[in-house]
């Protein structure tokens, strides 16, 4: 029952971030804490549970996509922060934990982007990236 109830914040919330532009700050720093508490009073394998009725739901509320980048971006987060608070690791530890699960989050959704939207490897991209930069270079050199 905690769990459903979680997993409709959790899909409030990610509206709330996705359609009211001056909230999405606020809504971005709320995200991890629904999973977060859920974790702490719950096991790894129900918050899990939550997050992918969250993302199901959500897909059917706005789109597949923005479903699925907020789960990597704040289920990441909040299953650190749960899992630091539970364990009662250090807040050195925690800190740590949460700038790396940050970086983790940020390049995952950055690498599920790349994957989903452009269609195109890791790899293709990249080279298409250096590419074109290198021809910006080229025409600004050309210029001066």
Do not use: H
């Not at 699925?68 to 934990?97: N, P």
């Amino acid at each position: 029952m905690e769990a459903a109830f979680m997993s409709v914040f959790i899909i409030i919330l990610i509206i709330i971030t996705a359609y009211v532009p001056v909230l999405s700050i606020m809504g971005t720093a709320l995200l991890p804490i629904p999973i977060t508490v859920l974790y702490l009073r719950q096991d790894f394998k129900t918050t899990i549970s939550c997050i992918i009725v969250s993302i199901i739901l959500t897909c059917f509320v706005i789109n597949p996509i923005t479903a699925i980048t907020a789960a990597l971006d704040y289920a990441i987060v909040g299953l650190t922060l749960g899992y630091c608070i539970k364990s009662e690791k250090s807040s050195y530890f925690t800190l740590i934990a949460l700038i790396l699960s940050g970086i983790l989050s940020t390049i995952l959704t950055l690498l599920f982007t790349i994957w989903l939207i452009e269609k195109k490897s890791i790899m293709d991209f990249l080279n298409s990236f250096f590419i074109t930069t290198s021809q910006y270079m080229k025409e600004s050199l050309e210029l001066t």
